[in-house]
């Protein structure tokens, strides 16, 4: 019998390369090793995030995004699809809602996990925007009445059982990641265009999961927002 008996398929929308297991790579090597199938719906290619003066957008648009195939791979994610989107620039516009209702209708996913939008002091606007875009994309891809083109190319409606904000302001759903910590910390430090040259990253990456474990008696913990449906 799976840990996660409720989910078969898990979609994780995350802004860019990074983002997904930082904020939820415990959770999602626990899902892995229970069966459950994950994708990984990776808004922009980082394309911006560096400091070296001899990188170029896409140079580190390629690096990026070979770093999060590794990752995938070495997590047992089933499918990383890159939207490539610029980095720095993502809006909250109803096209990007239809892409991400599109994905949600062709992947059927049980569980869907994104950026907190409502996280106070939410500096960046790639995430703010992929979290507000993502959860209206929840609600269009639901109801038969949105996106009829979608219906007529046979993607029908679909609505998954829950939606999980990582790193959410007010977390009320706890994940024991004390078993899969481990893995965590190789699938970041895979990600070496942002972290080779970062000192103490494991340490504060370990103090927050441990901070997050504390109140429930946990190890390491991920700690979301769930909202349920139905
Ligand atoms: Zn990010």
């Known amino acids: 019998m799976s840990q996660f008996p409720d989910i078969a398929r898990a979609m994780l929308v995350f802004a860019h390369p990074d983002d997904a297991d930082l904020s939820a790579g415990g ?75 599109m994905l949600i209708r062709r992947y059927t996913p049980d569980v869907i996990v994104t950026h907190d939008p409502w996280m106070l002091y939410q500096l960046h606007p790639d995430h703010r925007a992929v979290g507000i875009t993502t959860v209206d994309a929840v609600v269009a891809a639901r109801d038969h009445l949105y996106l009829l083109d979608q219906a007529e190319i046979g993607l029908p409606p679909h609505q998954p059982k829950e939606l999980l904000l990582a790193r959410a302001e007010k977390p009320d759903y706890v994940v024991d990641i004390s078993d899969t910590m481990e893995l965590k910390i190789e699938a970041v430090s895979r990600h070496h265009s942002q972290l080779d040259h970062v000192p103490g990253w494991r340490e504060r990456v370990r103090e927050l999961a441990a901070s997050r474990g504390s109140a429930e008696g946990f190890t390491y913990a991920e700690t979301y927002k769930r909202i349920q449906f139905r």
């Open 27 to 101: 959770t999602v090597a626990k899902w892995t090793r229970a069966g459950v199938e994950v994708a990984y719906v990776i808004c922009t290619s980082g394309q911006r995030g560096s400091k070296d003066p001899t990188m170029t957008p896409s140079r580190l648009a390629e690096i990026r995004e070979a770093e999060q195939l590794d990752v995938a791979r070495y997590l047992g994610v089933k499918k990383t699809i890159f939207l490539r989107h610029m980095d720095g620039e993502l809006e909250a516009t109803k096209a990007f809602r239809g892409e991400i209702a």
